[in-house]
């Protein structure tokens, strides 16, 4: 009795499980067609050797001449300086040029008449109280 007491209390009745309900499918029809493809990344680039740009001179920079990212050859204008601080040095440079001429002028001037030399047409005759000015004394 108590094998048949332990084999009925094993049987029970198992409950059948519920239905699942049946999945909706989404259905596309398929075709053929061309894909670019346009792969992108993301990275970051290191050049293989430094490049370090100095300027030849100092100034304002007016416009960058070139595109960040592309290449350059040598030789190439990258920047363009303000010129007019360069063009003033210029005409000064010029005028102390002229100035240096005139006083060597004279100086030739004031020599030849000392020496006792007629001035040319055209040139003044600096003479005072009967002997040559010397504005530009020499070697005193």
Do not use: W
């Amino acid at each position: 009795m108590v094998g048949l007491a332990a084999l009925s209390g094993c049987q029970q009745e198992v409950a059948a499980p519920p239905a699942t309900p049946v999945p909706e499918v989404a259905v596309i029809t398929v075709t053929t067609q061309t894909v670019v493809d346009e792969p992108e990344f993301i990275g970051q680039t290191e050049s293989s050797r430094p490049v370090e740009i100095r300027p030849q001179v100092t100034g304002i920079i007016k416009e960058r001449l070139f595109q960040e990212g592309r290449d350059v050859k040598m030789g190439a204008l990258l920047y363009q300086i303000d010129p007019v601080p360069f063009q003033a040095a210029a005409m000064s440079a010029k005028a102390m040029v002229a100035q240096a001429e005139a006083r060597l002028v004279q100086a030739k001037q004031n020599h030849a008449l000392s020496r006792g030399e007629r001035p040319r047409d055209g040139q003044a005759h600096p003479r005072r109280n009967g002997r040559a000015v010397e504005k530009f004394p020499v070697g005193r």
